[in-house]
Nanobody, 115 residues
């Protein structure tokens, strides 16, 4: 079953940075839109950011604007989420979603922001 794989989560102190990456073995990757979502314990999953197949980054959640940056490398079939100035409420499971003929969800990577 084709599924995105996320990397880069971990434990970081407040104010720190992490870079998440997501890869998937799909042909025509460069034609697909992608999103990062996150889900904190006891909360609903929320979209963090979107990157269009054109490279346009959009739909940043208000809580991450100015701190997170979504990008892509089509030559490597990867999506990235650079997260700076992390806060405790950024803690959660982060998921990549690739939009093709159906939605492809990864299993997530855990991000914990704590001192």
């Amino acid at each position: 079953q084709i599924q995105p794989v996320e990397f880069g989560g971990g434990l970081v102190q407040p104010g720190g940075s992490l870079r998440l990456s997501c890869t998937i073995g799909l042909s025509l990757f460069s034609t697909l839109d992608a999103h990062w979502y996150r889900q904190a314990p006891g909360k609903e999953r929320e979209r963090v950011a979107t990157i269009r197949h054109t490279g346009e980054a959009t739909n940043y959640a208000d809580s991450v604007k100015g701190r997170f940056t979504i990008s892509r490398d089509d030559t490597a079939s990867k999506i990235y989420l650079q997260m700076d100035d992390l806060r405790p409420d950024d803690t959660g499971m982060y998921y990549c979603k690739i939009v093709g003929t159906r939605n492809y969800w990864g299993q997530g990577t855990q991000v914990t922001v704590s001192s």
